[in-house]
């Protein structure tokens, strides 16, 4: 069976960073691109960033762009997204996703989904 957990989310002030975490189970985290998306409330999902089964990564979201990292470290079934810099419209519950191999703009390509972690940035 295979679980996908996010951790790491909070609340911060703007300006500051978080550290986002996403581990797997039951599956080969090195077989699969690892992808963040996010939803605001009253808002759609957008995707954030994603890291695929060789390292390489795309940051979808323009408002993020330079302001975040995507790692993954395969030895501990773990992904990484480093935020900084944060603002009142980053607040949204973020979700981890893998999908097989590659990267994906489409969210219905990505097959295993955690439960979120919520991300709070006050003024």
Same mark, same amino acid.
């Given at each position: 069976?295979?679980?996908?957990?996010?951790?790491?989310?909070?609340?911060?002030?703007?300006?500051?960073?978080?550290?986002?975490?996403?581990?797997?189970?039951?599956? @080969?985290?090195?077989?699969?691109?690892?992808?963040?998306?996010?939803?605001?409330?009253?808002?759609?999902?957008?995707?954030?960033?994603?890291?695929?089964?060789?390292?390489?990564? @795309?940051?979808?979201?323009?408002?993020?762009?330079?302001?975040?990292?995507?790692?993954?470290?395969?030895?501990?079934?773990?992904?990484?997204?480093?935020?900084?810099?944060?603002?009142?419209?980053?607040?949204?519950?973020? $979700?981890?996703?893998?999908?097989?191999? $590659?990267?994906?703009?489409?969210?219905?390509?990505?097959?295993?989904?955690?439960?979120?972690?919520?991300? @709070?940035?006050?003024?």
């Amino acid at each position: 069976q295979v679980q996908v957990v996010e951790s790491g989310g909070g609340l911060v002030q703007a300006g500051g960073s978080l550290r986002l975490s996403c581990t797997a189970s039951g599956l @080969t985290l090195s077989d699969y691109a690892m992808g963040w998306f996010r939803q605001a409330p009253g808002k759609g999902r957008e995707g954030v960033s994603c890291i695929d089964y060789l390292g390489d990564s @795309t940051t979808a979201t323009d408002s993020l762009k330079g302001r975040i990292t995507i790692s993954r470290d395969n030895a501990q079934n773990t992904v990484y997204l480093e935020m900084r810099s944060l603002k009142p419209d980053d607040t949204a519950m973020y $979700y981890c996703a893998a999908a097989w191999k $590659y990267c994906s703009v489409s969210s219905t390509n990505y097959r295993y989904w955690g439960q979120g972690t919520q991300v @709070t940035v006050s003024s």
